[in-house]
């Protein structure tokens, strides 16, 4: 949760800010390289929203990175990067709970 309402005049620099908190906190993207290649596991609302990520952002990769910690952009720099995404756990949404 954001400690502030979203408002227009600054929506773009919050929702940026909210991508760089999500992608770099422990529910975002994680990292593993070995040798020149990379595997990237993000969230599956990625996957189901590929073409937004593709239309807007360049694709998942191009977009993740641009708000990705150094570190983070650092495992990827120069690698060919698979990505992958995280399993979606549905009972999330059982009403029934």
Known sequence: MRPEAFVGAKVNEQLDDQA?????????AKISKSGSKATMT??????????????????????????????KKAQLAGAKV????????????????
């Open 20 to 28: 760089r908190v999500f992608l770099n906190g422990p529910a975002g």
């Open 42 to 71: 993000v969230t599956k609302v990625m996957d189901w929203f590929d073409d937004d990520f593709n239309d807007w952002g360049g694709g998942v990769v191009p977009f993740a990175t641009k708000f990705l910690n150094a570190d």
């Open 82 to 97: 698979k990505v992958e995404f995280y399993d979606y756990d549905w009972n999330l949404n059982d009403w029934k709970r």
